[in-house]
Every structure is written in C-alpha cells, then in structure tokens.
C-alpha cells in the first residue's frame, strides 16, 4: 500500500462503535510510516474510550449516591415519626365524678352544712410517660372541679335525708380532697398501663362530736396505645366516683349528722 493511499480504519467497543471511520492519509507527512499513523488514531479512540467509560461510571455513581440520599431520607423520616409517636402532649382533664350507689335515708330533713375543699399539694396527678415524661404531665384544675364534687356532696347528703346548706351553726360535713394520682411506668418508651388513685378525707362535727375518716379508690388499667385525653378522663372521673361513693356510704357519718 502507498505513502498516499488511504487506510480506513474501524474501532468498536462492547456498547457500540466509538471512533467511527477514521482515514490515514500520508499526503500531509511524507514517508510516515503507517504505524505511526495508526498509533495516532488508537492514541486518540482510547482518549474518547476513556471519556466515555469515566463519563459511565460518573453517572453510575451519581444514581446511587442520588439512590442513598433517598434511602437516608426515608430511614430518618421513619426514625423522627417514632420518635414522635412516643412522645406525648400535656393533658388538661376535667372529670366529671358521679355518686355510682344508692344510699339509705337517716335524716329526717335537718340542715347540713357541706363544703367541699381541694387539699392536694399540686394540680398534677402525673405524666402520661413516653420518652418524654417531662413535658408529658397531666392535670386537673382545682377550680373546676371543686364545683363538681361539691354537687355531688349535697345530692348525697339529700340522699341521707338532710338539706345541704352553704352556712349555719348546725352540723357541719367537710369533704376534701386529699390526693389525686396518675402514674405510667418510667422505663419505656410506649405507654401500656397507668395506675390511678383518690383519697377524700370527710370530716363531721356535730354538737361537740366530730368524726373523721379516709376512702380510697384506685384502678390499674392497661392500654394497646397511649390513651387520648378523653380516655383518661374518664378515667379519674370513675375513680374520683368511686372513692367519693365509699365517703358517703360510711354510715358513721349518718349518724353523727342525725344526732
């Protein structure tokens, strides 16, 4: 073959032909020798060889750190709505303490003084728990509920057969409050059980007589999830009944009323 002739060369890689056809022609440089002429042309394919597999591999990279970023992103949004869910916002509850028992007239109409009175040291029964416990506590305002129980004393001092009145020098019934707790276990992240209680101390005078005592109530209940504030509502108004229901069904006080 001639210093002038032309040399068609192909060159293909795996994925497809990369250089096309490329043409060697000595005309320009006389008496190159033809491998000089082909090194040229392999020298600048694998050039382009080279671009195009960095260029593959760069892209490669890029769609699976694109791929991390969004498994990443998943993980933590799962991670931060657990963390969530075992958290829990402060309750403001407001029961509604009903008498829960018939009880047995012993009056015969006699004027009765009731007051109720809220002795807790604090307006917060506890926390609902949860990774948060701090800021997860729950209260009862004094104020609101004091009015309710003290309708509930009067509707079972008429039960008995007095009247309630609000002031006088007759017999007197003083209910207070004593305590009022939530607790949920500590350890934990989910809340599956909380133990309620109540305590009333009464306190009856009544022409130099006086008698005091103490009734209790508490629940143990058990949750599938953390309870909302309409549950947990419920229930303290059930154990607040309960143990206001025991003051009332104490006979003793009856008696010291009526004498």
Known sequence: MS???DIPVTLALRNGVVGGL???TGGDRAGEPQAMALSRIFTLVSGRARSLYCGTICALAHGEMSMLRRVLFGLLA???LTLVGC???PQSLNPQPKLNSQLAAVGHGQQV???VVDGRQTQTLGTRGGLYPETSSITVNGQ???PQLQAQAEAAVRLLGFTPVQGGNGPQLTVTL???KYQSPKEGLYVTEASISSTFRADVQNNGRSYSGRYAASLDQRFGMAPNEETNTKLVSDVLSDALTRLFQDQTIGRVLGQ
Do not use: E, I, M
């Open 3 to 5: 210093g002038g002739d």
């Open 178 to 180: 004593a305590d009022l």
């Open 144 to 146: 609101q509920l004091v």
């Open 78 to 80: 799962v991670g931060s």
């Open 113 to 115: 003084v009731v007051r």
């Open 22 to 24: 490329f043409t060697v």
């Open 87 to 89: 958290a829990h916002s």
